[in-house]
Structure formats: C-alpha cells, structure tokens
C-alpha cells in the first residue's frame, strides 16, 4: 500500500499508468472500440480523409485507418511485453550469476554481457529477423535476446553490494545454499530496480518491432504500428497528401514510449530515495 501511495502522488507516472491502461483495454477489446473491420477493404473508399465514418480516414485499399491503429496496439503491447520479459529474464539470471561468484564465472559472463552492449542491435535484429523469418514470435524472441545485457549490468551492480551485507555472511554460516541465498535474499532486493529498468526497456522493444515492420521486416500476418507505417510508405499516400495514413501510427508510437517512460521515471523516484528529495 505504501507504494501505491508513493506512485499515486507521483502526478507523471500516473499519467503514464493511465495511457497504458487505456491502450492495454483497446488491445483486450479491440472490437469494442473500432467502428470498422480493419481487414474489410472497399476500392469506393481509397484515400478518404477523415470524416464522420472514418475518424481518421482510409488507406489505399479503403480500410478504416482509425481501425488499424486500435487492433495495431495488441501486437505492439504484446511484442513490447513479450521482448522484454525474455531479456528481463536472461538477463537477471546472468546479473545475479556474475554478480555473486568471483573469479572466472564472472569474469566469463561479463564479458559475454560487454560483447552484447558493444553490437549494434537494430542492425542485427534486421539480419536475424530476415534470416530465421518474419514471423512476430521470431521478431519477440530476438529483440528479446538482444536487450538483456543492460539488465544485467544493473543486476550485477546490485548484487555485489547485495552481496557483502552482513545478513548474506549470516546466511552462509548458517550453511545456507546458493541457490537459497540467491534466491531468497539477494534476488528480492534487486527485483524492484529491475523492474523499473523492464518498464524502460518496454519502450524500447516497441521501437524496435515498430522499425523492423517500417522496413518490410514485420510479419505481414498481423496488423501492428509499424506495418501501418510501412504499408502508407509503400503505397502512394504522400502523392496524394494523406497525412491521416502517416500521422495516427506515428502519434500511437509516440505517446506510448512516453507513457512507459513516464511510470519508469516515477518508478525509479520511487525505489531511490535521494531521486524523491531531489
């Protein structure tokens, strides 16, 4: 409850908590929202501007633009999510590994984190994207794969001041494992910093589907913000001034990020206490 408190005065996470909320209710329940079938194409409706029908006009096909970008938020929520559990998960698990065992065990995974830090991601999404498929669980598990170093780093960091505290030593004359100690006394005390860094890292993983689908690497299958995008550059829409085709995609993805910037920002006032009193 304490925390509740903390966030719920906190006047921009909570409007970032508020988007989110929102957008998580358009992608449960597109159909409750969209006046249209995005998949429903009418060649009588090609490049309407908006209107009372089409609240934000139609594509080259006469599909509903204002319907796209509300069943397009379901992907990119799950791929945001998706990706970032996966490299929330890879990466704890190296942070902690590296973080507490010295000598050659940490030496080894901090080298193989350095390596993932110092490749250039987008460039290497595309190439595993195009290599393996374009399907949205490959574009997830990838993107996934390719941000868990920089949890790891602030995992390591915490563990191994986690890991000279008094109540570890107590735990190791006890005979406590590992594992036991790990698990249940150092785990828990990074997991809140982590947590803010995923909710950080969920924007980022949106870019990243958003730019993979912009440049005809997204799965063609599924509707999402960066298929929208990619479909109004392919198709004439700048000749003809559809702005309405370009703009709500954008706007989606913009608003987003910030939102999730937003609550990882008060997130991070929250579990640091100098940042509050700043």
């Given at each position: ?8 005065s906190n006047t921009k996470g909570m409007i970032g908590l508020i988007i989110i909320l929102i957008e998580v209710f358009f992608a449960c329940f597109p159909s409750l929202i969209a006046p249209h079938d995005p998949h ?137 494992s590992d594992f036991r100690i790990i698990n249940f006394h150092i785990l828990p005390n990074v997991l809140p910093l982590t947590f803010a860094n995923a909710i950080l890292l969920i924007g980022s993983a949106i870019y ?71």
């Amino acid at each position: 409850m304490e925390f509740w408190k903390l966030f719920r005065s906190n006047t921009k996470g909570m409007i970032g908590l508020i988007i989110i909320l929102i957008e998580v209710f358009f992608a449960c329940f597109p159909s409750l929202i969209a006046p249209h079938d995005p998949h429903k194409m009418s060649y009588l409706a090609i490049f309407l501007s908006p209107s009372k029908k089409y609240p934000l006009g139609t594509d080259e096909v006469g599909r509903d633009i204002f319907s796209l970008v509300i069943f397009g938020t379901r992907i990119s929520l799950i791929v945001g999510f998706a990706a970032v559990g996966i490299s929330t998960t890879v990466g704890t698990i190296i942070g902690l590994l590296s973080g507490y065992y010295k000598g050659i065990i940490s030496k080894i995974l901090m080298r193989i984190t350095d390596l993932f830090l110092a490749i250039p991601r987008l460039p290497l999404i595309l190439v595993l994207v195009a290599l393996i498929g374009q399907s949205i669980w490959n574009i997830i598990i990838v993107i996934g794969l390719l941000l868990w170093a920089q949890v790891a780093r602030i995992v390591r960091s915490q563990t191994l001041s986690i890991r000279e505290r008094p109540f570890i030593e107590r735990g190791k004359a006890f005979g406590y494992s590992d594992f036991r100690i790990i698990n249940f006394h150092i785990l828990p005390n990074v997991l809140p910093l982590t947590f803010a860094n995923a909710i950080l890292l969920i924007g980022s993983a949106i870019y990243y589907e958003v730019t993979v689908s912009f440049l005809g690497l997204g799965d063609p299958t599924h509707i999402s913000w960066g298929m929208i995008l990619h479909y109004a550059f392919e198709s004439p829409a700048i000749l003809y001034g559809a702005y309405w085709y370009i703009v709500p995609p954008g706007v989606a993805i913009v608003i987003t990020v910030l939102a999730f910037t937003l609550i990882g920002n008060a997130l991070d006032e929250i579990f640091n206490p100098r940042l509050r009193e700043s």
